[in-house]
T-cell receptor, first 117, second 114 residues
Framework: GEEVAQTPKHLVRGEGQKAKLYCAPI?????VFWYQQVLKNEFKFLIS????????ETGMPKERFSAKCLPNSPCSLEIQATKLEDSAVYFC???????????????FGSGTRLTVV | KNQVEQSPQSLIILEGKNCTLQ??????????LRWYKQDTGRGPVSLTI?????NTKSNGRYTATLDADTKQSSLHITASQLSDSASYIC?????????????FGRGTSLIVHP
């Protein structure tokens, strides 16, 4: 499809529970990115993939966060043992190529709002 | 340090009026600058992208300018509409280590009143 599809739109978890978010990139886009938006408009980079391979994971909290992009499946971002500070909107974006004529062309999904209570 | 600063933090204007949003950056080496519009509850949508050699880029009622010497950009909205109410985010990318690395500004929240 021509949009980045993120599910679910909203997710509520008790502190310590697991949360799993999904992202289906635009067909033909090789790069997938995950961002965390904790405060309004403050985007924090988490991880990027080139197809199913991790491209850049410098933003990932290593202890509880993990992510995968497997062939023929939506990409996923999983948080083990959620904490209150994990409450945020998690955005996925995809890009056709890392270095296109236009540069870094992201298309963002609508996000998943995670609330940890 | 690579940073993107936006001003004002929030802005309220009347429908039909013009407004200008500012973006100053220290990102280096500069690759491109994008302005995004983020409606409430939605992901950001790209409005314009500018590279080093471009001074002005328009997209309908949105006009972005770039001064690469002073490292400043502006987004001018003409004849504002209620649907322009949104957050506007400036993102400046640099090319480093074989990949683009974007730095996000904190955005300007624009409210257009009838």
């Amino acid at each position: 499809g021509e949009e980045v599809a993120q599910t679910p739109k909203h997710l509520v978890r008790g502190e310590g529970q697991k949360a799993k978010l999904y992202c289906a990139p635009i067909k033909g886009h090789s790069y997938v990115f995950w961002y965390q938006q904790v405060l309004k408009n403050e985007f924090k980079f988490l991880i990027s993939f080139q197809n199913e391979n991790v491209f850049d994971e410098t933003g990932m909290p290593k202890e509880r966060f993990s992510a995968k992009c497997l062939p023929n499946s939506p990409c996923s971002l999983e948080i083990q043992a959620t904490k209150l500070e994990d409450s945020a909107v998690y955005f996925c974006a995809s890009s056709q190529a890392l270095r296109s004529a236009e540069g870094y062309g992201y298309t963002f999904g609508s996000g998943t709002r995670l609330t940890v209570v | 340090k690579n940073q993107v600063e936006q001003s004002p933090q929030s802005l309220i204007i009347l429908e039909g009026k013009n407004c200008t949003l500012q973006c100053n950056y220290t990102v280096s080496p500069f690759s491109n600058l994008r302005w995004y519009k983020q409606d409430t509850g939605r992901g950001p949508v790209s409005l314009t992208i500018m590279t080093f050699s471009e001074n002005t880029k328009s997209n309908g009622r949105y006009t972005a300018t770039l001064d690469a010497d002073t490292k400043q950009s502006s987004l001018h909205i003409t004849a504002s509409q209620l649907s322009d109410s949104a957050s506007y985010i400036c993102v400046v990318s640099r090319w480093a280590g074989g990949s683009y690395i974007p730095t996000f500004g904190r955005g300007t929240s624009l409210i257009v009143h009838p």
